[in-house]
């Protein structure tokens, strides 16, 4: 489904102007593009590879959370708040920690539910935002480095 979206998104920015705007904006609330240059050495490939990760990542460990024990929920918020704070997704980095300290505690089953809702919120806009932005560079020309051999 977010993939769709995503893919239905995109098609619409790379036509319009203003979604394109608009598909930046959003990627740069979602993620930290500073950072996540930074982590990937601002080599375009690589920071396609790791978003395209960190969105299968974050599909695949909500869905173990979905039903999962409180200590395999905070061991999977946990390995997802390190992954989001990879790739400077600071808004999913919160909310796999509070997820995290909600599950370990297990006091509170309201406060698990919150946060489980809060994660997945913010894990949909992070998927959102990747999707356009990997559709972005689709359309974009590859970089070309260096000197051709051909001279």
């Not at 893919?7 to 740069?28: C, F, L, V």
Request: proline share 3%.
């Amino acid at each position: 489904m977010v993939a769709a979206a995503a893919e239905k998104m995109s098609g619409e920015a790379r036509r319009d102007p203003i979604q394109r705007n608009k598909a930046r904006e959003h990627m740069s609330t979602s993620i930290d593009q500073v950072h996540l240059e930074r982590m990937t050495l601002g080599d375009r490939s690589l920071e396609r590879e790791v978003l395209e990760i960190f969105a299968r990542q974050t599909a695949m460990t909500l869905e173990r959370i979905a039903g999962a024990g409180p200590a395999r929920t905070a061991a999977a918020a946990h390995t997802l708040k390190g992954s989001a704070r990879g790739i400077g997704a600071w808004r999913v980095a919160a909310a796999a920690e509070r997820l995290e300290h909600a599950a370990a505690s297990s006091v509170d089953d309201a406060a698990m539910l919150a946060a489980i809702a809060e994660l997945e919120a913010a894990s949909f806009e992070a998927r959102l935002a990747i999707g356009l932005r990997l559709s972005e560079t689709d359309d974009a020309p590859a970089p070309t480095r260096g000197r051709s051999r051909d001279h």
